[in-house]
């Protein structure tokens, strides 16, 4: 189930029924098949072990369309802050794996924007929802 966290920062998590790589790959395949561009997929576990770091695993996929966010980028530029979107997957110290995500509604009011934008956006959702929890 999604819920908000603290509603002033814009962001939603999922509960993940899988490991963080599991839920990584099922999201950049859904992606994929939606023809939606994977602009990188960072592995922060990976990349703080090559560092002798230790962390849980954590891993964030950026991603979008630019027949989508284009738009927003031409109506107000500073949107690219929050563009492409992006999906964060991590696992607690009680090994609940969790999908985070900025909030459709929170980007366009924090930039300004009409609520007709918000199509250009949501549509991802559904497969954040599928990701985590089929």
Known sequence: MST???AELGVVRIDSRHS???TAERLEALLKERGIQIFAHLDFTADASRAGLTMRP???LIFGSPKAGTPLMQAQPAVGLDLPLKALIWEDADGHVTIAYNEPQYVLQRHGLPASFTVNISGVIALLQRAAQE
């Open 4 to 6: 908000p966290v603290a």
């Open 20 to 22: 963080v790589a599991h």
């Open 58 to 60: 954590e891993q964030l």
